[in-house]
């Protein structure tokens, strides 16, 4: 399976943007599918996860209330919609997929077996 993210962006403080991250290859939509993000000198960061019907989001601490995630099996995409966006949220951002999982979404990075390259996301203040 091959994901691709897209979406990313210089934006300023406050704005909102979109990733997408469409798959290709082998079918992901009844598995779970996540967000992470990676800031300079940081660990990989669990953002945001989505379980294969769409109907269960967990969210990291410090995203609720700001981003939304969701999918379009139909279209074998996902997306992130980001909102009141901070420098802090400033990072690569991957969608990966759990290839082994339809409900439990796990923040682990070491869960997901496929991830996209990436799209950078700047928010400036």
């Known amino acids: 399976v091959q994901l691709q993210a897209s979406g990313g962006g210089l934006v300023q403080a406050g704005d909102s943007l979109r990733l997408s991250c469409t798959t290709s290859g082998r079918t992901v939509s009844n598995y779970v599918m996540g967000w992470f993000r990676q800031a300079p000198g940081k660990g990989r960061e669990f953002v945001a996860g989505i379980n294969g019907s769409g109907m269960m989001t967990s969210y990291g601490d410090s995203v609720k209330g700001r981003f939304t995630i969701s999918r379009a099996n139909a279209k074998n995409t996902v997306f992130l919609q980001m909102g009141s966006l901070k420098p802090e949220d400033t990072a690569d951002y991957y969608c990966?997929?759990?290839?082994?999982?339809?409900?439990?979404?796990?923040?682990?990075?070491?869960?997901?077996?496929?991830w996209g390259q990436g799209t950078q996301v700047t928010v400036s203040s």
């Open positions: 990966a997929a759990d290839l082994t999982r339809r409900f439990e979404i796990r923040k682990q990075a070491s869960g997901y077996e496929a």
